[in-house]
């Protein structure tokens, strides 16, 4: 588990960090608010402890920013301010637990695993459990089959990252982000020896399960499949399929159970479709419909509803009659030879409904087994490729005869990934057209060109054409899988917020079911009409939308979402049963990233929606660097690069927004101006490294001599410049005899000096109420006359103007 520790006290950070770390927590030390903020904003973290008294961002103030901005990760604060109004602050602020300093280890401890299971609805046991092996959170205990089980630190951090969340698949990247503190990020290789190293403990304890499974091309999840010994015996007939089906079995429960409400729901919804024409008699024919415009919309849209679900759930010839039937309920005429039509349609699409639909294996096969196209005449290569494609949690599918090829056959089926193999010398022409043809239609597709051809010609050729790999023969299956996999590897640094919009149930379960096991957090919506409230709430990082709902359009609630300052770079998906030109057009005109048609592809829509959230997030990614970059430089130019405080320019900007700041309120603004003492002498003296040293020493007395609401800040050569907002000038008296005495307990040696054998300084100070007729320059004048009066009485002492 990786805990954010915000502590300004680095012997306290230390402290707590160190004891943290003994329970085999990862811990992220933050020295200000502000920095922790940042951290939070990028990385994933399971608690936060959070002190209350840090610089620039206090800890109150940043738990009501987290919460604010929908953070929900538990938040610990830990503090020596333990008052009853100080307890009620902070929670009040958003805080789940206060604990005052100093505190018991093992009630911090306790207080810590008590947050983390209340913040983990994936482990609501205390212990983790997965067939005989065990992990305890308490004592940091391993146990299989009751035997200890010896875990080295990343070791046990990686299966307690598995056991609480069993059904996410993890990337590389996301472990890192999980089990690695930011200033010590290895590469993905450490990763995959990481795993190894597990998978090689557990065996050697006795375990022989495999309890890591590797989704190859996206990462590793918990496997879903413990075989007892009582299944042992099974093994021997994985060559058969009975095991893989009863793989298959376990993976569709989900489904399944959407399958039936689904098939309970068809009766209502044919007898919507139905009401639309009355009763023909044979002797007799109806000219026209009888049903109002309210009926006529209500079959429309339940039609298109059916359009968009049927073929997802086994009847695709279903779902192309329900979106002939949508198309003639579109029509503003209802008549002859209408009527007729729709009629015949509705007996097709009973007639259909009554075959049984096709397997649900092979539904869920075609959902969790992504299908890789491969272009080209059959060879002894593509037989290895796709006898090995398996391994990789691949399926290859033989297109053998690539003049006959239309793009039609690709978008039935789109594929995750297209290998077209290139075999003759020079290039065929028609193969090369088919390449661009394929990347015009499909851009997102990764598209590998395998060859016999290494020059620069024929690379620049295909890079032209769209081709994103190209491969040279001899090569192994495994190498061209391995460049597959680089070209899908999706990012999840973070849960992944989606907001579905459809107004018909069951595509929502549908999507909820496909995208939930890759650590997607889905609302879904069927009323339009909530949309822009839920979508304020959630701060989603993608949405699904609908094309035709009641109400509201997708291609209205996009253009919505477009005209948003806030959400405007969001990404959208439009999932519709329309794919013709016009709809296309439509969809893309309104500002939709991407447009998926209806039936739903398990891994079309996984791969479409990982690759647009995973392109947005590096994308503001980017945009916080340069961000950061830019109020790094700004932050720099306000600060002397000798003493490291603010310089004149800061000043200034200072001065003039607490002039303005103050006008209304009526307070005190104070300043004072210091000058070192006979500095070109001691510079003459001791040269001038020893100068620079000398003017850091005092600055960093001056700094620690003021509050953090003041500003101390060099204001030339050896000048410095003390801002004191709401500071009476009794109070500025104050601030200057105590930077005088601290800078004379320095006693930095000046043989020089007119006044002693040490370095001193002379100070002016002033201060007054600022109105609106008067400038802060006017303050800046006073100072310097009280610090030219303070020199004329003889250096080492200070005035105060006016008195």
């Not at 890789?372 to 494609?389: K, S, Y």
Request: proline share 5%; with cysteine; net charge negative.
């Amino acid at each position: 588990m990786k805990i954010l520790l915000v502590e300004d006290d680095p012997f306290t950070g230390e402290l707590l960090s160190a004891t943290l770390k003994t329970h085999r927590y990862i811990v992220e030390l933050a020295t200000d608010g502000q920095i922790a903020l940042e951290l939070v904003n990028v990385y994933n973290y399971d608690l936060i402890i959070l002190d209350v008294q840090i610089p620039t961002l206090d800890g109150i103030s940043l738990c009501r920013q987290l919460r604010s901005s929908g953070c929900t990760t538990p938040i610990l604060i830990l503090t020596a301010k333990g008052s009853n109004d100080d307890i009620v602050t902070g929670l009040d602020a958003g805080a789940d637990d206060y604990v005052a300093k100093p505190c018991e280890p093992a009630q911090l401890l306790a207080r810590i695993r008590a947050l983390l299971r209340r913040g983990n609805a994936n482990s609501s046991a205390v212990i983790l459990t997965w067939g005989d092996l065990s992990l305890d959170p308490a004592s940091a205990q391993v146990k299989y089959q009751d035997k200890i089980v010896q875990l080295r630190s990343k070791e046990y951090s990686l299966l307690e990252l598995f056991l609480r969340y069993p059904q996410r698949v993890f990337s590389r990247n996301a472990i890192i982000d999980h089990l690695w503190k930011i200033d010590n990020l290895p590469t993905e290789h450490a990763v995959t020896n990481l795993i190894k190293d597990l998978r090689r403990q557990l065996k050697a304890s006795g375990m022989k399960e495999e309890f890591i499974e590797t989704v190859y091309g996206l990462g590793y999840r918990v496997n879903k499949i413990s075989i007892t010994e009582e299944k042992v015996k099974e093994e021997t007939k994985e060559k058969t399929g009975e095991i893989y089906m009863n793989q298959l079995e376990t993976e569709s429960v989900a489904m399944n159970q959407i399958f039936a409400h689904f098939r309970s729901t068809l009766e209502q919804r044919l007898k919507i479709l139905a009401e639309v024409v009355p009763e023909r008699s044979p002797y007799r024919q109806t000219t026209q419909s009888q049903i109002s415009p309210e009926q006529q919309k209500k079959a429309k849209e339940e039609a298109h509803r059916l359009a968009g679900s049927l073929g997802t759930f086994g009847y695709p010839r279903g779902s192309q009659i329900a979106s002939a039937i949508e198309q003639l309920l579109i029509g503003k005429t209802f008549a002859e030879p209408e009527i007729s039509q729709f009629s015949q349609l509705l007996i097709e699409l009973k007639q259909e409904l009554t075959n049984p639909p096709q397997p649900l294996e092979n539904i869920i096969e075609s959902s969790l087994t992504p299908q890789v196209l491969l272009i080209g005449e059959e060879t002894e290569f593509f037989d290895r490729l796709i006898t090995q494609a398996s391994l990789w949690g691949w399926q290859i599918q033989l297109l053998s005869n690539p003049s006959t090829i239309t793009l039609q056959q690709i978008a039935k089926a789109p594929p995750i990934a297209i290998i077209l193999w290139l075999d003759t010398s020079p290039l065929n022409l028609d193969r090369l057209s088919l390449l661009s043809e394929i990347k015009q239609e499909f851009p997102s597709i990764p598209l590998i060109t395998l060859g016999k051809e290494d020059n620069l010609d024929t690379r620049v050729q295909l890079a032209r054409l769209g081709s994103e790999r190209y491969i040279v023969q001899p090569i192994t299956p495994n190498q061209v899988f391995e460049v597959i996999s680089q070209l899908l590897v999706p990012s999840q640094e973070k849960d992944a917020k989606i907001i579905a919009v459809d107004d018909d149930p069951i595509v929502l379960k549908t999507l909820t079911n496909v995208l939930q096991p890759w650590g997607v957090q889905i609302t879904c919506l069927d009323n339009p009409h909530q949309f822009w409230d839920v979508l304020k709430t959630t701060d989603p990082d993608l949405l699904l939308l609908d094309l035709e709902m009641p109400t509201f359009s997708g291609i209205e609630l996009c253009q919505v979402v477009r005209q948003d300052p806030k959400y405007g770079d969001l990404p959208i998906l439009v999932v519709t049963a329309h794919t013709d030109r016009e709809s296309t057009q439509k969809v893309f005109a309104a500002g939709a990233d991407d447009l998926i048609s209806k039936p739903i592809i398990g891994p079309e829509l996984v791969t479409r929606v990982i690759s647009r959230i995973e392109r947005s997030r590096l994308r503001q990614q980017l945009n916080h660097i340069h961000q950061q970059k830019a109020a790094i430089w700004q932050q720099q130019a306000r600060i002397d690069p000798l003493t490291q405080i603010p310089n004149r320019r800061a000043f200034q900007e200072y001065l003039q927004q607490q002039w303005h700041q103050l006008i209304p309120e009526s307070e005190t603004l104070c300043l004072i101006i210091c000058d070192v003492d006979n500095f070109k002498c001691y510079n003459d003296l001791y040269g001038h490294p020893a100068g620079d040293i000398c003017l850091k020493q005092i600055a960093q007395t001056i700094q620690e001599s003021i509050k953090p609401s003041d500003l101390a800040a060099r204001y030339g050569g050896e000048e410095f410049a003390v801002i004191l907002p709401k500071t009476s000038l009794d109070g500025a008296l104050r601030v200057a005899q105590r930077i005088q005495q601290k800078i004379t307990q320095l006693k930095i040696p000046h043989a020089g000096s007119s006044v002693k054998d040490y370095v001193t300084i002379s100070m002016g100070i002033t201060g007054k109420i600022p109105t609106a007729d008067k400038s802060f320059d006017s303050l800046i004048a006073i100072a310097d006359e009280a610090l030219y009066t303070a020199k004329k009485r003889g250096r080492n002492t200070y005035c105060l103007c006016p008195l």
